[in-house]
């Protein structure tokens, strides 16, 4: 399998993972926003750790130490992804899940833009095009909100920030990731000890199963987390928007048929827009990957038999 294909695959698998997050952050409570983040990091790090372990590959800790700046660059990808986490968990236990989907309809039109004009990767007439309906389709959701969708926003940009740090550090996935929760466990654990003292700590107070819940936060949050990281690795970030549109395409779903979020007929006509805009990239992308492949047919005919 090459690698773009294998970037593909793991993309679809991070996006179908979030999508479908909501359904178990809301099992989560009555933990509360920041004590769910908290867990969210430590059982990441052990996690990690662990895969790590296993894959006998702790010493590139060393190497790294030798890289100020992509220490640098991990420990802002860290906070900016510190940031989107726990936005994320505030919106959907406190019934916003489709606002947190608007967030990440949002985040593809941010992250290539960034490519556009910050990475100089080029868009094609169509693709400008479905920006344009994806822009529109932003403006009409937040007249129909009635205010401005901060929650949607911060998202969308705290995801698009670490999409372009990722895409820089170019680390591997599972090493990546450790250093990012690493920088972060401290003060995870600082406030987690903290809830302990003035005994407001959900973790092991509610139930059995809730504790392991609070637990398999770990490799519910690391498991996706390495499957962006190996897309980020082998995709153009414009391929990577494109893809993005399946997480909260299942995200609104969960909120309007599963929590019965309300979804006037604006609200469904601005999301409608974005679906529209969707069909545009793939419809490009379809054609392009076509021309492409006939481009290389012509360019590399078969050889004629040796006289």
Request: glycine share 10%; with cysteine.
């Amino acid at each position: 399998m090459n690698q773009t294909r294998l970037g593909y695959l793991y993309g679809l698998g991070a996006y179908l993972i979030w999508g479908f997050f909501p359904l178990y952050l809301k099992l989560l409570r009555p933990a509360g926003p920041v004590e769910i983040l908290a867990h969210r990091i430590v059982w990441s790090v052990l996690f990690v750790a662990l895969l790590l372990g296993t894959m006998r590959n702790i010493g590139f800790l060393r190497a790294l130490a030798r890289r100020p700046r992509a220490l640098a660059g991990i420990a802002t990808a860290a906070a900016l992804i510190a940031v989107n986490w726990g936005t994320y968990i505030y919106g959907v236990n406190s019934d916003r899940v489709v606002e947190t989907a608007l967030g990440y309809f949002i985040n593809p039109l941010v992250i290539v833009l960034i490519g556009v004009f910050l990475l100089r990767e080029r868009l094609r007439p169509a693709q400008w095009v479905a920006l344009a309906v994806g822009g529109a389709a932003v403006a009409v959701l937040t007249v129909d909100y009635g205010r401005l969708p901060y929650l949607a926003l911060v998202l969308a940009f705290s995801f698009a920030g670490y999409g372009l740090v990722k895409k820089r550090l170019a680390l591997p996935a599972a090493e990546g990731l450790f250093v990012e929760s690493a920088a972060l466990a401290l003060p995870a654990l600082a406030y987690l000890g903290w809830l302990t003292r003035r005994g407001d700590l959900a973790f092991g107070h509610v139930s059995a199963g809730h504790t392991a819940l609070l637990v398999l936060a770990g490799a519910a949050t690391a498991v996706p987390l390495l499957l962006f990281a190996g897309a980020a690795n082998r995709l153009p970030l414009s391929t990577l928007g494109m893809l993005q549109y399946v997480g909260p395409i299942l995200q609104l779903g969960c909120g309007v048929l599963v929590f019965h979020e309300p979804m006037p007929p604006a609200r469904l006509a601005g999301f409608a827009l974005v679906w529209l805009a969707l069909v545009i990239f793939t419809v490009d992308a379809l054609r392009a990957a076509h021309r492409t492949r006939a481009g290389a047919r012509t360019a590399d005919p078969v050889p004629s038999p040796a006289r």
